[in-house]
């Protein structure tokens, strides 16, 4: 078991606001999600078409592939 933001020995370090890439694509073809929450679930907002989708933290962090933008505060 790894601690809480880690995984296999990379540290876990998005942010609310952030860009990231996915491995598959949403059926409005776009690939760039923006990051709305970070918990036990993860939200993120479709770039292309808007749309909301809420998934367990597990499951993101395996579709997420690379962080595009980081939003600077």
Partial sequence: MFPMGQKK???MNYKIGDIVR???VH???NK?????????DFK???Q???HIVTIPREKALKVITK??????M
């Fill in 27 to 29: 059926p409005c073809g």
């Fill in 48 to 50: 292309g078409c808007g």
């Fill in 9 to 11: 020995g990379r540290i």
């Fill in 67 to 72: 962080l595009e933008n980081r939003k600077e």
């Fill in 22 to 24: 996915t491995k598959k």
């Fill in 32 to 40: 760039l999600w923006e990051i709305t929450r970070i918990g036990v």
């Fill in 44 to 46: 993120l907002k479709c």
